[in-house]
């Protein structure tokens, strides 16, 4: 496998730096317009922020149906809630991964800077 990784690797690194200053692939450094900066950090930060809320909410409905699942002997009440903390805790791993990598290519072509 790393077999294949390197050769996609020196096929791509060819293909970008090309032969006697021609490349194959053309360079291209995308930026967003000045204007749009402040409004699309507001739109991630909110989805951001909105999303691990409601993680933490279904997290604490999770927990409420297996306190109350095990107090009423509801062994599917209680399972489900379990199943419920699972699945909000892989939603806000997902959500603060999801978040930090757009902030990354967001930060990569703004030329490092935010």
Known sequence: MSQILQTIHDITTLAADGENDSPVIPGFSPSLPTTLQNPTGKILGWTAGGGLSLAVLGGLAGWACVAIGHNTERAQLASRGKSAIVWSVIAAVGIGVT???????????????S
């Open 99 to 113: 978040s930090g990598l757009v902030w990354g290519f967001y930060s990569m072509t703004q030329g490092g800077g």
